[in-house]
């Protein structure tokens, strides 16, 4: 998603001009912005500051000043980035690339913020939807940082060194945990009858479909985890029960963010919880999608030697599983093709090694838009296609941002690559605001007719309308039924289980 949290705006939008008002020179943003052009001073962005003004608990001062640090990160991130392309893009990329981005992240890190002052005090509302939103200083000048101090925190905090945050970092290398060499003597998990594991084992790519074990072209449904640093309680044995038993669906993406106080962080904790849930998954006989979720920086290639121990890891606890899909590169953005496709040349011979016949999803570009919101198409892939076989290309929406024309930009390139959906939302592309479910119909019925899969963002409690599950829920111990679920949850649930989307 974001999206750190959520997602890129991809609408189409006007050039963003320079005009002048009584003599002052001011940013023409209201419908869109596009790419400053070359000779032009570069713009650089107006944030507005976040303010805490509640007492942050000791135990929580730490994460809360990390966050409020990597909001200047990302305020220097979009700064460089505006300079770095200036001439370059079409009428739309700022919006698109820069700001669209930005806003997402700043959501996704206040709501951070949020929850983990929540964890030990009353969830504060620090007014996401108005602050994240970050507008164009056109004549460039410095911008305005955030303040990193906080209230006085409750009970004694212990003295933490205030952690550093530099705006961009060298490629992250490998971790010190030791990848396996071999697989591992391995043994399939048993799987409940009836189930979709039990019904269509291993799966493949044939053609432009994905197959079951018997050659016959299947639509798997199911959803997406929301990061799951971010939400770790709303993915755990009672929630897929709830997903497998109570919506019928085929299986969970696992949303496994690596920067954002993801895998980085802690490779061996998180990618322990990552096979943990792969087990709990299995034994309910769901399909796993088990998402390296790569948004900011966008060049997979920045984070190459984790991914390679990630998967290896990964691979080598689930050697003998028929239920495991890797999706190696969730939105690469800002990148060409060709080093997406150089990525994946590099970790699928890591993923092969102790899964040979694995199905495997490959990002594209674009934040995942087949390169349409680069203003490319999916002509890209059909002339250099990653060689390796079972392998599928990814496609992301949201109902109430991509309408028609990406539509038809599905169908036909529907003709030519395997495709799979493995995010989408029913709402805009911040993943919030209004559900559009006749637009979201209008998707399903598409890849129903493709035999397309996909998984819905997100199985989440958060306050955001691409949540699942109500606030609070993934408190509990109760997943299952309607009363749990927001508007979007009911819709999904219904369309996976009835065939028929309702949000009632």
């Known amino acids: 998603m974001y999206r750190s949290r959520l997602k890129v705006a991809r609408t189409r939008v006007r050039r963003w001009q320079v005009v002048a008002v009584a003599g002052v020179a001011t940013v ?22 976040v303010k805490i003004n509640v007492a942050v608990p000791a135990q929580q001062r730490a994460d809360v000043e990390r966050n409020l640090q990597l909001l200047n990160t990302q305020i220097t991130e979009a700064n460089n980035r505006l300079r770095s392309t200036v001439g370059q893009g079409g009428p739309n990329f700022i919006q698109n690339a820069i700001l669209g981005p930005l ?9 951070r913020i949020e929850i983990a002052i929540g964890r030990n005090a009353a969830r504060p509302n620090l007014n996401a939807a108005k602050v994240a939103t970050c507008t164009l200083n056109a004549s460039g000048g410095a911008s305005q940082q955030q303040p990193t101090a906080m209230p006085a925190a409750t009970g004694t905090a212990t003295a933490t060194a205030k952690p550093t945050t530099p705006a961009t970092k060298a490629p ?40 079951n074990k018997n050659g016959t072209a299947i639509q798997l449904r199911g959803m997406s985890s929301h990061g799951l640093q971010f939400f770790p309680n709303c993915v755990n044995a009672a929630s897929l029960d709830a997903i497998r038993n109570d919506w019928n669906a085929d299986f969970i993406r696992l949303s496994m963010y690596v920067q954002e106080g993801g895998l980085e962080t802690d490779p061996t904790g998180f990618t322990n919880k ?39 890891n990964v691979t080598a606890k689930h050697a003998g599983n028929d239920n495991v899909i890797y999706e190696i590169a969730n939105e690469p953005n800002g990148v060409s093709w060709t080093a997406i ?23 594209t570009r674009g934040f995942s838009s087949l390169g349409l919101t680069d203003g490319a198409t999916e002509q890209e892939i059909i002339d250099d296609p990653v060689t390796f076989k079972n ?17 038809a930009a599905v169908a036909r390139a529907a003709k030519s690559l395997p495709l799979f959906v493995s995010e989408f939302g029913t709402q ?36 955001e309308t691409n949540s699942a599950f109500k606030q609070g829920t993934c408190s ?12 979007s949850g009911r819709y999904i649930r219904s369309r996976i289980l009835t065939g028929v989307g309702s949000p009632n």
């Open 172 to 211: 992250t290398p490998a971790p010190a945990t030791t990848a396996p060499t071999s697989a591992p003597a391995a043994t399939a998990t048993a799987v409940p009858a009836g189930t979709p594991v039990a019904v269509n084992g291993q799966l493949s790519v044939c053609g432009t479909k994905l197959c």
């Open 476 to 487: 509990g111990t109760t997943f299952k039924g309607t009363g749990v679920l927001t508007e």
């Open 274 to 312: 990552v096979n943990g849930l792969v087990d709990t998954a299995t034994k309910l006989g769901l399909y796993v999608i088990v998402d390296f979720h790569i948004l900011t920086p966008g060049d997979p290639n920045f984070n190459l030697g984790l991914a390679k121990t990630f998967f290896a």
């Open 428 to 463: 805009t592309f911040t993943g919030d605001g209004g559900n559009d479910f006749t637009s979201t119909t209008a998707w399903l019925d598409l890849l129903k007719s493709l035999k397309i899969g996909y998984g819905m963002w997100s199985l989440s409690d958060g306050r």
């Open 391 to 407: 392998v599928m290309y990814t496609f992301h929406f949201y109902a109430a941002s991509h309408g028609a024309d990406r539509r």
């Open 341 to 363: 496709k150089s990525y994946a040349d590099q970790v699928i011979p890591v993923i092969r090694k102790n899964s040979p016949n694995s199905v495997v999803l490959v990002g």
């Open 28 to 49: 023409a943003v209201g419908i869109g912005i596009g790419v400053a052009s070359a000779g032009q001073a570069a713009p650089t962005v107006n944030c507005p500051q």
């Open 103 to 111: 806003r997402d992240k700043r959501v996704a890190t206040i709501d």
